[in-house]
């Protein structure tokens, strides 16, 4: 075993989590993306994805797509977030399927494509109320005349996202609004839509359901598959395993303090002025992890009785006090993480990451 600040990171229950979306999804006729960018698209947890079946890749970065074709993976990638028209290059050369939103963009990879005599498949965003990316649904029928004809592209499809910037709810009736859409595509331009890709994990739980409209048949799964849970509807998914990932860090002091500082309070290292109530003596533990390593935020201790109560550049503070076991010097302390610790986490140079696969440590 591994120590020092780690993310370990248990490969079986990413994989036995896949399989059960993957079934799920599959027993609706819908397709499963496995999204690759709450984990920065380490190879090894996108293996374990691939072992549980997805259909396919999905990220949000060219960086991360880039880095997984030089790894070796020949699977098709779907590029999710919206491309930069400086991009284009990179983005019809590494990916299959972009998303996008933009008639100038779309015109560009296509001309990207056609001189490397490729041909870019997209999927066009339709705002349904989210109001991040997207094409206003008023406007769908005239921007999809605008991209049929051009050279190097083909509209695969129509996607939408929510969960995101306005916190919007997938519900029957917007998402019914794609495939709505998608029949009139058809019946005004006779073009048959091969893909309606009804968003990540908030979608799942009207799969659960069966409350998705029929019709949409593909899914960009990441937070669901990786920790279990379900973000925008505030819920564990029973079903899933929500410890994948546990990040360990070591006690380096662990002493009885009070619980509010002395002397005259000034900013904090982050130019706070930090607030502190009164509950007498308590008996704190520092750990060996900081705002360097991780979004503090986004971690959660897995002893209920340990409760963090600040963090500086290098050092995290918990009250130990109602631990469930002593804690000491030297000791380690695990922590849930979530989608924004896991992006934090798996970007850091100081968090090491330790695998285990088939009941094994991997180092
Ligand atoms: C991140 C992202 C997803 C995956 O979302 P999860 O909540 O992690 O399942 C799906 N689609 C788009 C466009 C995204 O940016």
Known sequence: MSIGLRLEVD??????????????????GIAVLGVTKGFTAIPQIVAAMLEGGVDGL????????IELRNEGFSESITLLRIPQLSNVENVVTYSNVSVNSEVAVIRALGKAAKEKGLVHQIILMVDVGDLREGVMTENVLATV?????????????LGTNMGCFGGILPEYSNLNILVNLGKLIETRLGIKLEVLSGGGTSSLFLVERNEIPAGINQLRIGEGMLLGTDTT???????????????KAEVIEAKLKPSVPIGN????????IPEFIDVGIRNRAIVALGKQDAYIEGLVPVDQGLSILGASSDHM???????????????????????????????????????RKDNIWLS
């Open 58 to 65: 999905a990220d949000a970065r060219m960086e991360n797509i």
């Open 233 to 247: 509807n505030s819920r564990n998914i029973e079903w899933l395993k929500n410890d994948a990932f546990l990040l």
């Open 11 to 28: 490969l079986d229950k990413i994989k036995y989590n896949a399989a059960k979306v993957v079934e799920l999804c599959h027993s609706h």
């Open 317 to 355: 503070i918990l009250d130990i006090t109602d631990a469930t076991r002593q804690v000491r010097v030297g000791d380690e302390l695990t922590f849930h993480v979530t989608y924004s610790g896991l992006l934090s986490v798996s970007q850091s140079k100081y968090v090491k990451k330790v695998f």
């Open 265 to 272: 309070i000034g900013r904090d290292s982050f130019g706070n």
């Open 145 to 157: 005349r605008q991209v049929i004809g051009l050279e190097g592209i083909r509209l695969v499809g």
